[in-house]
């Protein structure tokens, strides 16, 4: 039931033209991108819990942590913490640059050639 959110509400019905079918289809790709951004959180979030837990938690008998447990898994899920904040702040500096660099190259191939380029071209090559 859970994958059937996407496939309701995004089919082009008779009297729908294409510019809300595209619109429609934008809807559904943030749709999606949440779910899956949702499903990295909770993935971190588990395996920080399991790797901070195997760590820190030295005794089951006993239903409350002890100080020295209670310290170390307050340090361990900060230090992932803060490990993750660091890892997404690299990743969108990257992916920014990849997306300004692919920018700059779609507008180099949409600008007509400059004169030199133009007579570099036409010019025999040497080879």
Do not use: W
């Not at 020295?68 to 490990?83: A, D, Q």
């Not at 997404?88 to 180099?108: D, I, N, P, Y």
Request: glycine share 6%; hydrophobic share 30%.
């Amino acid at each position: 039931m859970g994958n059937r959110q996407f496939g309701m509400g995004y089919g082009m019905g008779a009297g729908q033209s294409r510019a809300g079918s595209a619109s429609d289809e934008e809807r559904m790709m943030q749709v999606m991108m949440a779910s899956m951004q949702m499903q990295d959180y909770l993935t971190m979030y588990n395996s920080t819990t399991e790797k901070c837990f195997k760590k820190c938690v030295f005794n089951l008998r006993t239903p409350q942590l002890v100080e020295k447990e209670e310290v170390c898994l307050n340090r361990c899920i900060e230090k992932m913490s803060h490990y993750n904040l660091r890892f997404q702040q690299k990743v969108g500096a990257e992916s920014a640059a990849l997306r300004e660099q692919q920018q700059k190259e779609a507008e180099q191939k949409q600008q007509p050639p400059t004169e030199a380029a133009q007579a570099d071209k036409e010019a025999p090559s040497s080879k």
